[in-house]
């Protein structure tokens, strides 16, 4: 007499598994694909997402702003997080760094994003992940794509 259960036939085969991974990557691979042609193309501004965040904007900025989150869900996703990074409860998480970007952008000071990191990461004292952020975007030129991955770590 065996006790093993007979197989479940609703359960997804090895096949079907690989092809839901496969279908993950992919979709991964698109969004990130479809952002970085969205900064290319100039229809991603940074400074506006973190603006838009901050409830600084104009409302023709605010309207455009608003329609490229509805249309892409990284950007809705990092807007998200910059106000939930901002809050009290996370306004700590990496030296306040959420927090830094938000004022900045309300007093007009979001120029590159690298001095925030860079206060965020004296507030932080030796956190390495801030370490290592403030060291990648110290090689980039474009302001622009500084400000993308400090907006991107928040």
């Known amino acids: 007499m065996s006790l093993a ?46 603006g838009f965040a901050a409830g600084c904007l104009s409302p023709d900025a605010r309207r455009n ?25 996370g306004a700590q998480a990496h030296g306040g760094l959420a927090a830094k970007l938000l004022e900045a952008a309300r007093t007009g000071k979001l120029s590159d994003g690298r001095r ?14 801030l370490a290592e952020l403030a060291e990648r975007i110290s090689t980039l030129d474009d302001p622009e794509a500084a400000l993308l991955e400090v907006v991107q770590f928040v």
């Open 116 to 129: 925030e990191v860079a206060a965020a990461l004296a507030a932080a004292g030796a956190n390495a992940p």
């Open 5 to 50: 259960l007979p197989p479940n036939p609703g359960s997804p085969g090895a096949a079907s598994w690989n092809q839901l991974v496969d279908q993950a990557v992919e979709e991964r691979f698109r969004r990130a694909r479809s952002v970085e042609a969205a900064l290319a193309s100039g229809e991603l501004v940074v400074g506006e997402l973190v």
């Open 65 to 89: 702003a608003q329609s490229f989150l509805a249309r892409t869900p990284w950007a809705l996703g990092r807007v998200t997080a910059l106000v939930r990074g901002a809050r009290s409860e």
